[in-house]
T-cell receptor
Framework: SAVISQKPSRDICQRGTSLTIQCQVD?????MFWYRQQPGQSLTLIAT?????????ESGFVIDKFPISRPNLTFSTLTVSNMSPEDSSIYLC?????????????FGPGTRLTVL | QKEVEQNSGPLSVPEGAIASLNCTYS??????FFWYRQYSGKSPELIMF????GDKEDGRFTAQLNKASQYVSLLIRDSQPSDSATYLC???????????FGSGTKLNVKP
């Protein structure tokens, strides 16, 4: 499976500020995904990021709040904008396993965000 | 109605026993099914996937799929304390790229 890294691993931010999370993969992948996992909860898909096109957002998530970039096949960023305490969560990127095995997803280590 | 349902647990089993984790899903068109293990404070780790009805075995793990009943399960034989984690069921319906995750079942294996 691909090796996925995320930066930062954790951060504590003030209300109203923005944080950009980076996701780097050691091989080229078609699909990258951004998830949120709130404390004690399961994973919720925020958006799907394809290289060279606009990200596709899930219901309840909007580009103004969670802008995403996907400049190449190994890298993506997710920005959490104008943060509030409700944005405190773990943010995870994942990649599809296409080319290795059929459509599994592999997760990065996550970014633990606390908003004060 | 949730897309994927799991009993939140905790499920407690003694060391060496079989742990049985269950998952139901609502979309009859679902094509592939995944089990992830998540240790506290860590990201999910893929442990099994299954596409066809029946059983699929990998070491101590067996995934079972019954598409008619919209049911998928994970059996862990000879459970070890290191198996203590939250197990997430994920379903990939007709949409190739989108996973739906259950809320997870917390498993405790007692020495």
């Amino acid at each position: 499976s691909a090796v996925i890294s995320q930066k930062p691993s954790r951060d504590i931010c003030q209300r109203g500020t923005s944080l950009t999370i980076q996701c780097q993969v050691d091989s080229q992948v078609t699909m990258m995904f951004w998830y949120r996992q709130q404390p004690g909860q399961s994973l919720t898909l925020i958006a799907t990021a394809n290289q060279g096109s606009e990200a596709t957002y899930e219901s309840g998530f909007v580009i103004d709040k969670f802008p995403i970039s996907r400049p190449n096949l190994t890298f993506s960023t997710l920005t959490v904008s104008n943060m509030s305490p409700e944005d405190s969560s773990i943010y995870l990127c994942s990649v599809d396993g296409a080319g290795v095995t059929y459509n599994e997803q592999f997760f990065g280590p996550g970014t633990r965000l606390t908003v004060l | 109605q949730k897309e994927v349902e799991q009993n939140s647990g905790p499920l407690s089993v003694p060391e060496g026993a079989i742990a049985s984790l269950n998952c139901t899903y609502s979309d009859r068109g679902s094509q592939s099914f995944f089990w992830y293990r998540q240790y506290s404070g860590k990201s999910p780790e893929l442990i099994m996937f299954i596409y066809s009805n029946g059983d699929k075995e990998d070491g101590r793990f067996t995934a079972q799929l019954n598409k008619a009943s919209q049911y998928v399960s994970l059996l862990i034989r000879d459970s070890q304390p290191s198996d203590s984690a939250t197990y997430l069921c994920a379903v990939n319906p007709y949409n190739f790229n989108k996973f739906y995750f259950g809320s997870g079942t917390k498993l405790n294996v007692k020495p």
